[in-house]
């Protein structure tokens, strides 16, 4: 096999060296390097790639005489040769013909004499039948026969010689004739070249120069970029391709103040059950003179404010438009029966029983100067009609109340703030404060979707959670209708658009891949597996048609954890079926599909889905636009949010109301800065910022900070007035001024079903470790049950798990 295969390269190769061999000698090539030239010694036309310069002293009338002689040259050798000789096809001929027609039309713009002394050179005694033969195809024929001139006659010699002398003495004729025309020409073209040579040289210097600076400037950014690269130890640990983090970044003092912080909360908050409490009167009485606190809104911030502050020093009055705190992390759980939604709520009157009074309505304005808010009070035939006596004809409770209000400004009178009775809307009412703190959280922002506001699902709220859950099992009993299954109909077709139909109905699309669209989808893959399993699933037959679709405008799930969990929890989601549609962006929300297009794409794609959930982003409420028209611009953060400083007060135009408004949770704009980015970075808009944010106004408030003032400092006692274990408490810690905001991260945690889930546990910015699987589910049902509002909750939660895993999820819709 080695010998066979030698011996054919052998070949190959002499094949090669014969080939070279005989084209080093094949007189057919070597005629090529003849081809430019006639046998005369005169260059051919068709070899002058570019026009004669000037410098030659033929202007372009020359060129076409000598153009014209080559050409009636060529003609004479044509006619010497033989037909047989030739060689040439009657379609050569005639494009030779054209050729020649060409030429002549060209000189026949000449003056008259000149043109008829070239009639007189294009004589047709000296043409033969066979037409114009171009001299490149005769010296061909020439360099092919060894001797091409051999038979030749004597009258051939003479002819070629007259020729020759002809063109001499034409030659002569032009140089006496038309020398000084082209002098004058040369010298004119000589003239504008130098012209545009100084300006093209005078365009090129000026480039050059701005490049050079622009190449400058960019080196000079450059340098400046790597200085401050290596100016921290962070940034040069990144220039080494080393983690940046370490476990001596963590903040051990913020650790040890948290932990300081909790002892005082703990005290405070006894002191405003007990510390005013009349024990032979058994009633309260607080302390005079108390400073008034406005909270808007029930959620995080507001409810941890609410749990820690003290309202023997404060008179505290909540509005808000529901009259409970959320667990919103199980949402997800909710919206499918693995908890009931009571389980995860708590009453707002029973997280501090002592508070002055709870307004259920919507801030509606803000009288920043004068220090009042206007509410609108809630309507509660909206809720229930029983107290009126109309129980049985009272709107059902699943109807959301309408989220902007409807109020009018009197031009009349100052522009007070009427009812608008055309609206329906509640009496609205102005609440004065000395502190008002504005935790009115956010909306979902699908109404930058087509369609999506109308027929999305949101996930925000309780009552969301029970749309939802009653959204799910109409889908299912919807696709279980005899109208979508196949033995209802006998054409084959009819039954294939069945399929199709029924399976539509229980396709779930889910908008965003953030925590909220990757735990709800696992949520409703449990459920789906539990429900539509063998051999207790109550919808069996709807095995093969259930399916989820998830769609994310960016190229990973779950963009805050780190890569290697962002792709654990897309392969999780997948293993489970999940569909998943990274890069592609919601288009239009109908009533039973969905139009997207992915990245980069021009062709959009419309699904047919049952029910659409949006879980995409948020938006400011109406109040936030309200209050921001209030405030200087300065004010205006991203996305609609407030700036504040790091005591969480936003500007305002005047000394008296600086520090008269904090904002908290993820209305606020807090910018901080970390020694892992070279920039500020807004805090995310998440639970643990805005709980965090809360206590921290619940300690401003309480230990009495003088919030008019930069840095806030603990006002002076009076002569007469004795210092409080509080105070001294504070200044033993060193907090006569009080501290800015400093939000600690504790990780991040989310559920991608079937029991699994993702833990990235941080202290600070440091991160300790990620994981992922059962054990990691473990943990994240350990924090989530510590992290309830009560005891209460923490019964109520467990036992439903306890009861899911055991008897499954129900499936009743009331």
């Known amino acids: ?404 209000t409807h109020i009018i400004y009197d031009e009349d009178d100052d522009g007070a703030i009427k009812r608008d009775e055309s609206k329906g809307a509640g009496t609205v009412i102005e609440l004065s404060y000395d502190y008002l703190l504005c935790a009115v959280g956010t909306a979902s922002r699908s109404s930058i979707v087509p369609g999506a506001k109308e027929h999305c699902f949101n996930l925000k709220t309780s009552q969301d959670a029970k749309r939802l859950r009653t959204a799910i099992g109409e889908a299912l009993e919807f696709a279980s209708r005899p109208d979508v299954q196949e033995f209802y109909y006998e054409d084959e077709e009819m039954q294939m658009q069945a399929t199709a139909e029924r399976r539509r109905r229980v396709r779930i699309a889910i908008v965003g891949g953030g925590p909220t669209g990757v735990e709800l989808a696992g949520e409703i893959m449990d459920f789906y597996a539990q429900v539509c399993g063998a051999p207790d699933g109550a919808f069996q037959r709807l095995k093969d048609d259930v399916s989820i679709i998830l769609i994310h405008g960016g190229p990973d799930l779950l963009p805050a954890m780190d890569v290697e969990l962002r792709q654990k929890a897309l392969d999780l989601l997948h293993s489970q079926g999940v569909e998943v549609r990274l890069n592609t962006r919601l288009q239009e929300v109908g009533r039973d599909y969905v139009t997207i297009l992915e990245k980069g794409s021009d062709r959009e794609e419309t699904i047919p889905v049952g029910v659409t959930v949006w879980g995409a982003g948020n938006a400011p409420v109406p109040f936030v636009k309200e209050l921001l028209s209030q405030l200087p611009e300065s004010a205006v953060g991203t996305a609609g949010r407030i700036k504040v400083d790091k005591w969480l007060r936003c500007p305002t135009y005047s000394k008296e109301s600086f520090g008269s408004i904090l904002v908290l949770g993820d209305v606020a704009c807090f910018e901080e800065q970390s020694k892992y980015e070279s920039e500020p970075q807004t805090l995310p808009q998440t639970a643990q910022v805005a709980g965090q944010q809360g206590a921290y106004a619940a300690r401003l408030l309480n230990r009495g900070y003088n919030l008019q003032q930069t840095p806030p400092k603990l006002p002076e006692l009076s002569s007469n007035e004795a210092a409080s274990l509080l105070r001294l408490w504070i200044i033993a810690r060193g907090l006569e001024e009080a501290p800015g905001f400093n939000f600690l991260s504790l990780g991040l945690l989310a559920y991608v079903g079937q029991e699994e889930a993702l833990n990235q546990v941080m202290i600070g910015q440091v991160p300790i470790f990620n994981y992922s699987g059962k054990i990691a589910f473990l943990l994240w049902r350990s924090v989530y049950l510590a992290k309830q509002a009560s005891s209460r909750n923490q019964a109520l939660i467990a036992f439903d798990w306890a009861r899911t895993q055991q008897f499954g999820r129900d499936i009743t819709r009331l």
């Open 1 to 404: 096999m080695i010998m066979t295969t030698l011996s054919s390269i052998t070949s190959l190769l002499s094949c090669c060296s014969l080939m070279c061999t005989v084209a080093a000698f094949s007189p057919s090539l070597h005629s090529r390097r003849f081809n430019t030239y006639n046998v005369a010694g005169f260059r051919s036309p068709s070899a002058r790639k570019t026009p004669m310069r000037p410098s030659m002293r033929y202007t372009r009338l020359s060129r076409l005489f000598l153009d014209a002689y080559e050409e009636q040259y060529r003609k004479y050798l044509s006619a010497a040769q033989p037909e047989e000789q030739t060689g040439h096809t009657i379609v050569q001929r005639q494009q030779q013909s054209q050729t020649q027609q060409t030429q002549t039309r060209r000189l026949s713009y000449m003056p008259g004499g000149t043109q008829q002394y070239l009639q007189q050179l294009s004589s047709p005694a000296q043409v033969n039948a066979n037409g114009y033969d171009y001299y490149e195809s005769s010296v061909v024929e020439e360099v092919d026969n060894p001797n091409p001139y051999a038979d030749y006659s004597q009258q051939t010699s003479e002819e070629e010689n007259s020729y020759d002398l002809q063109y001499q003495q034409y030659l002569e004729d032009m140089r006496q004739h038309m020398m000084p025309e082209a002098e004058g020409q040369e010298a004119a073209v000589k003239m504008e070249a130098k012209s545009l040579a100084t300006d093209r040289s005078t365009e090129i210097s000026s480039r050059s120069t701005e490049e050079q600076a622009q190449q400058d400037q960019h080196v000079q950014d450059v340098e400046e970029s790597f200085l401050r690269t290596l100016s921290n130890e962070v940034n040069y640990k990144k220039f080494l391709g080393q983690s940046p983090f370490s476990l001596t970044d963590i903040n051990i003092p913020l650790i040890i103040q948290r932990f300081l912080d909790n002892i005082e909360d703990g005290q405070q908050k006894r002191n405003g059950k007990l510390k005013g409490l009349n024990k032979r009167l058994k009633r309260d009485q607080p302390r005079d003179e108390r400073k008034t606190v406005v909270v808007l809104g029930t959620g995080w911030a507001a409810h941890s404010f609410i749990k820690l502050a003290s309202t023997y020093d404060l008179r505290i009055v909540v509005v808000s438009p529901v009259n409970h705190f959320v667990f919103t992390p199980m949402l997800a759980s909710a919206a499918v029966g693995t908890v009931e939604y009571r389980s995860m709520t708590e009453p707002i009157r029973v997280t501090n029983p002592c508070i002055d009074n709870y307004v259920e309505g919507r801030a509606t304005g803000v009288d920043v100067e004068g220090k009042r808010v206007a509410v609108q009070l809630s309507s509660f035939s909206t809720v229930t009609g029983a107290f009126k006596g109309i129980a049985s004809s009272a709107p059902c409770r699943l109807e959301p109340e309408p989220v902007l």
